[in-house]
């Protein structure tokens, strides 16, 4: 588990394909690297990687075909930025959400507008991941924990703070980035529970949930 608070940004060293799947080394810079053992986890632009080596400079970690096809690592290259968090202790202070490291989809920056210090990014989601994307709800953009302040349709609006630009990798988006994207893990849960016994059905892949729906059992006023 993690809670999108982001620790470091490193960079992928190498990208080593091992049949299917890709081994990758990534380049830490500033994470506390002395606790981290073999079989830990590490969020790396909020994918959950399983470390499988430890370097003096860094570590590395198996990438499935799975993860390939659901996030945007299809898309990374030797030299990319990623940014990094630990799992979380049951010490630790939960300063964003939950993230549990899973991706849902990948998004894709529509427009960049500084307003003030701050910056207001669009993002376009997959159009099956609207239903769970709620005005000041929780999103998980790159593994960073943010609040949605606007939506429409399938686009969801993010507004960024001097620090998150600078200690992220979101300060370096332009109009195009694609980015990987996890929605709140309540919703995703809230869903499949109201599906109550339909959820045993074979071929139940898509909710009747809707919005009416929601409306008519007392979630929305």
Not at 205 to 215: G, T
Request: proline share 2%; glycine share 10%; hydrophobic share 40%.
């Amino acid at each position: 588990m993690f809670t999108g608070i982001i620790e470091d940004v490193g960079h992928i060293e190498s990208l080593t394909p091992t049949g299917d799947d890709i081994r990758l080394s990534i380049r830490v810079n500033k994470l506390d690297m002395s606790d981290v053992a073999l079989g830990d986890s590490i969020a790396n632009n909020g994918v959950c990687l399983t470390v499988v080596d430890i370097s003096t400079s860094g570590f590395s970690a198996d990438v499935s075909h799975e993860t390939i096809k659901r996030s945007g690592f299809a898309n990374y290259q030797a030299g990319s930025k990623v940014n990094l968090e630990k799992a979380m202790l049951p010490t630790s202070r939960f300063g964003g959400h939950i993230v549990s490291g899973h991706v849902d989809g990948v998004g894709e920056v529509q427009s960049i507008n500084p307003v003030g210090r701050y910056v207001e990014i669009w993002v376009q989601a997959p159009d099956e991941l609207a239903r769970y994307l709620a005005e000041k709800g929780s999103i998980t953009v790159d593994g960073v924990s943010l609040t949605v302040n606007a939506v429409d349709g399938a686009k969801f609006l993010i507004t960024l703070i001097p620090h998150s630009l600078q200690e992220t990798i979101i300060g370096g988006y332009k109009k195009g980035t694609k980015i990987n994207l996890e929605v709140d893990v309540v919703a995703r849960y809230l869903e499949r529970l109201m599906q109550g016994d339909k959820a045993a059905e074979t071929g139940q892949q898509k909710s009747d949930i809707s919005m009416a729906f929601l409306a008519e059992n007392g979630f929305l006023r």
